[in-house]
Structure formats: structure tokens, C-alpha cells
């Protein structure tokens, strides 16, 4: 009675995991019913254990590319904010410019009239009524004296 040695394979026809053995050169899959040759079956076993392998490297790049990638987007966002800064610190300034503008149109406002205040009290037109009148009696005096 020897003893058989069964080895996993992968199914030529629906790619089910299958046990075969290899002393034997075809087999039947208990998934499809196909029957298939077992070497063929038992190297679509290995390729695909190499193909997992290679895509576990592949993964350990993809995980690497994503990584990448979100350092990437990373890189963009805080390029976004240094823009949306950079924005920001413009639309400030052009607030501060705007209310210097202000500031100086008002603090201008305020000079021309106290100019104006100051001229009026000094030419008498405004301000001190009775200094006023008695400029004008004293106008009026004039006047009659003629
Ligand atoms: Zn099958």
C-alpha cells in the first residue's frame, strides 16, 4: 500500500483549490467536474502562489505609491493653504489699504474743517455772535459817519 502524496492545485478550467496526486495525470474537479491534468493544475497552483508573492511586493508598492500619493495631496493642501494665506493676508492688507484711505479722507475731512473753523473765527464770520454784532454796529457807525 503506498502512500499517496496530495499536493494543492489550482483547477485549469475555474481556478477552484483542488488537492491532487501528482502520480496521476489527470484529475477531476469537485467545483466544476472538469477533469484536468494534474501537472498543468499543480504549476497553475505555483504561478499563482508567485503571482501572490509578486503582489504582495506590488502591494508593498502600491502601499508606497498611496503613501506617495497622499503626501502628494499633502503637499497640495498645504500648497492650497499657503495660497488661501497668501490670499487672505492680500484682502487684509487691501482692507488696511482701504481704511488708511478712509482714515485719511476722514482725518482730510476733519482738518478742512477745523481749517474752515479756524479761518471763520478768525475773519469773525462765525463763532463769537457778539464780537459779530458789534464788528457790524461798528460797520454801521462807519457808515452813517459818512
Ligand atoms: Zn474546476
Request: charged share 25%; with cysteine; proline share 2%.
Amino acid at each position: 500500500m503506498s502512500e499517496t502524496k496530495i499536493v494543492p492545485a489550482l483547477c485549469t478550467q475555474c481556478g477552484g483549490q483542488v488537492e491532487v496526486d501528482p502520480t496521476q495525470e489527470t484529475a477531476i474537479c469537485p467545483f466544476c467536474g472538469t477533469s484536468f491534468i494534474v501537472d498543468r493544475a499543480i504549476t497553475n497552483y505555483n504561478i499563482d502562489h508567485a503571482t501572490i508573492e509578486h503582489a504582495d511586493n506590488v502591494n508593498i508598492d502600491v502601499k508606497g505609491a498611496v503613501d506617495s500619493v497622499l503626501e502628494f495631496a499633502g503637499e497640495q493642501m498645504s500648497e492650497h493653504r499657503k495660497e488661501r494665506q497668501e490670499e487672505r493676508r492680500e484682502e487684509r492688507a487691501r482692507d488696511a489699504k482701504v481704511l488708511k484711505y478712509f482714515f485719511l479722507c476722514f482725518g482730510g475731512m476733519c482738518i478742512i474743517m477745523i481749517i474752515l473753523w479756524f479761518i471763520m473765527t478768525v475773519f469773525g464770520l462765525w463763532g463769537d455772535e457778539d464780537a459779530y454784532k458789534e464788528e457790524s454796529a461798528a460797520v454801521c457807525v462807519e457808515a452813517t459817519s459818512f
